[in-house]
């Protein structure tokens, strides 16, 4: 069982930056795949970046490539999202997920997912 709760989440200018956070639960978060993804008014819930359970191998939208950086510390139970050169295309609600087996991309493959947090863009 792992509990999540992410933070970071505000307002920001175009161009800026924000780091959300992801506060883990569980005695085996070090196992598991980390995800972020995010849902925008009216659309569809999409994938924006994964870690592995060692944080060897990340995984990103190609939206968000090059300025987006996810981290993970198994030590505190806690996973980062580094946003730079934010756009009003980054305004959505954004989810940490977790699971031990997944197709990192695919949010129907994680089994834990945290209340969400807000960013919003403006332009």
């Known amino acids: 069982q792992v509990q999540l709760v992410e933070s970071g989440g505000g307002l920001v200018q175009a161009g800026g930056s924000l780091r959300l956070s992801c506060a883990a639960s569980?005695?085996?978060?070090?196992?598991?795949?980390m995800g972020w993804f995010r849902q925008a008014p009216g659309k569809e819930r999409e994938f924006v970046a994964a870690?592995?359970?060692?944080?060897?191998?990340?995984y990103y939208a190609d939206s968000v490539k090059g300025r987006f950086t996810v981290s993970r510390d198994n030590a505190k139970k806690m996973v980062y999202l580094q946003m730079n050169s934010l756009n009003a295309e980054d305004t959505a609600v954004y989810y940490c997920?977790?699971?031990?087996?997944?197709?990192?991309?695919?949010?129907?493959?994680?089994?834990?997912w945290g209340q969400g947090t807000q960013v919003t863009v403006s332009s």
């Open positions: 997920a977790a699971a031990r087996y997944v197709t990192v991309a695919s949010a129907a493959s994680y089994g834990y």
């Open positions: 569980g005695r085996t978060f070090s196992s598991y795949t």
């Open positions: 870690l592995s359970w060692s944080g060897g191998s990340t």
